[in-house]
């Protein structure tokens, strides 16, 4: 009897909580919107670019918004460069996995654009009280809404740019460069050592190669036939041609495998590992990965590669990309002495960056892909 009356409570509770976890859900869908519908006459005008929905790179409108007014801790930039990343292509997507995250009817966020450079135009009360940055400064780092005539950056973000290095170039190093840079240092990446990287010519690839042969290793670089010729002219000391060789089934073995890419198993990548060999699990095949894919190599590399890693000599390593001025600096550094070269493949107007987000969504840009503000 006892036993048949706490199961009709269990129920009853249980259709209580999923009737709750619905409104809470139909609720908080409803909620999520942004600001694309507001219709107040703008103070500040400036141009941008916005999304107001999710979808393909077609949802992105050139438009006029309200300037950005600064935090006491924050900088105004007038924007001379801003790049894409894989990233931008990423948060636009209509994917149930990024309307959790980024809000679950519309994106919250309408400013698109990280990777940021530009002059100083005003500084934060508690950043101009300790003298950090001023106007007129010439600024590179990490932004939310790159891609419009001004910005605000947090100081934490913003390094000086080395006067000889070009706006254009300045913006295709931060996020790229500094993937490319701290995923090697995940790889413990010694002098003399052979690294292969796979995804050798995109945004990252293109800074890892150069990166590696700076730390004195020897590279194989991995990317498609049309690409040969650019991973020769920054420095791999070998390719392999993915659309006829599959580097996991070679001879070769390697002390530190950069992955971009991610599309060969856990053992497969062991066979080429040298016995303490790291794999650095960096990305998922950039931008022109589709999200199944996508999942599927997340998946890989959580529960097998970086899970049955702890069992072998041979490391599975992931890491996120962290914003640091002391590397963003020399990143700089590196450019301004000549020791590193960003690619840039194509430069679009702030006002064609729906193109230019399409072509990046290809999936096959060569290096990065700058976007010029005016
Ligand atoms: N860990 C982090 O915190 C972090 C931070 C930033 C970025 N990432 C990730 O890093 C990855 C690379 O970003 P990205 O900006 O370099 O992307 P990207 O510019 O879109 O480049 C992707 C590259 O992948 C290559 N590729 C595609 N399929 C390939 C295959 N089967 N084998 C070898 N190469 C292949 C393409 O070369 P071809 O044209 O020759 O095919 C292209 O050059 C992305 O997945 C991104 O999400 C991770």
Not at 163 to 181: I, K, R, Y
Not at 270 to 279: A, E, P, Q
Request: hydrophobic share 45%; charged share 25%; proline share 3%.
């Amino acid at each position: 009897m006892k036993v048949k009356r706490i199961l009709k409570w269990s129920r009853r509770a249980l259709l209580v909580a999923l009737i709750l976890a619905f409104l809470w859900g139909f609720i908080a869908y409803w909620a999520s919107t942004n600001d694309c519908d507001r219709k107040t006459a703008l103070v500040n005008p400036m141009k941008a670019i916005v999304y107001c929905e999710y979808g393909s790179p077609d949802v992105l409108k050139f438009e006029d918004v309200e300037k950005p007014v600064p935090t006491d801790n924050q900088v105004l930039i007038k924007v001379r460069a801003a790049s894409l990343n894989a990233l931008d292509v990423y948060l636009i997507r209509d994917t149930w996995f990024g309307r959790l995250i980024f809000g679950l009817r519309k994106p919250k966020d309408t400013r698109l654009g990280r990777d940021v450079a530009g002059q100083v135009e005003a500084v934060g009360k508690n950043l101009a009280a300790a003298g950090q940055f001023k106007p007129g400064d010439e600024v590179f780092g990490i932004c939310r809404g790159a891609l419009a005539e001004y910005a605000c950056a947090s100081e934490r973000a913003l390094v000086m740019k080395p006067p000889s290095v070009p706006f254009e170039q300045a913006a295709s190093v931060p996020l790229a460069g500094l993937t490319a840079l701290q995923g090697l240092r995940e790889g413990k990446i010694q002098p003399g050592q052979k690294v292969l990287i796979n995804g050798a010519t995109g945004g990252v690839g293109t800074f890892a190669v150069q990166i590696a042969k700076s730390f004195g290793a020897e590279v194989t670089a991995v990317c498609s036939t049309r690409n040969v010729e650019l991973v020769r002219s920054i420095g791999a000391d070998h390719v392999i041609d993915y659309t006829k060789e599959d580097f996991t089934k070679s001879d070769q073995r390697y002390d530190v495998i950069f992955d971009n890419v991610c599309n060969h198993s856990f053992s497969e990548r062991r066979r080429v590992l040298t016995t303490k060999g790291i794999c650095v699990l960096a990305g998922m095949g950039g931008a022109g990965v589709k999200e199944g894919q996508a999942i599927g190599r997340i998946a890989g590399n959580l529960f097998t590669a970086r899970g049955l890693s702890s069992f072998t000599d041979q490391k599975f390593a992931q890491y996120m990309t962290k914003m640091s001025k002391q590397d963003l600096i020399m990143l700089g550094d590196l450019i301004q002495a000549g020791k590193l070269r960003p690619v840039i493949e194509r430069t679009y107007k702030l006002s064609d960056a729906a193109d230019a987000l399409r072509y990046l969504d290809k999936g096959h840009a060569r290096g990065k892909v700058v976007i010029a503000v005016e």
